[in-house]
Structure formats: structure tokens, C-alpha cells
């Protein structure tokens, strides 16, 4: 992989976490159940897009 590449992909793991972290951090604080599951499932999803692209390291 060249430099590049290798910064696109750190790029992404970074954007990656954010988003998780900041869905897990929303869920905390929603109080309706049907919103709260469905943003901890976006957290799940961006934790395996992070899975994925650390996978490509």
C-alpha cells in the first residue's frame, strides 16, 4: 500500500470512530426506545466499518 493509501485509510478509521462514538454517545441520552436501538445499531455498523478497514492494515 503506498502513503497515499495508507492515509485514506487512516482517514477513514478516524471518520469511522468519530461516528461511532458520537452515535453510542446519542443513544446514551435518547429516551424514545425505537430511536435509541436504532442508533445503536448505526454505532454497531460504524464499529464494523471500522473492523473492516483496520482488517485492510
Do not use: N, P
Not at 38 to 51: I, P, Q, S
Amino acid at each position: 500500500m503506498t502513503d497515499k493509501e495508507l492515509m485514506y485509510v487512516d482517514d477513514a478509521l478516524s471518520h469511522a470512530r468519530f461516528l461511532q462514538t458520537q452515535c453510542s454517545d446519542c443513544a446514551s441520552k435518547l429516551t424514545d426506545q425505537s430511536l435509541k436501538s436504532f442508533v445503536k445499531e448505526l454505532a454497531t455498523k460504524h464499529g464494523e466499518v471500522f473492523g473492516s478497514l483496520y482488517g485492510l492494515l
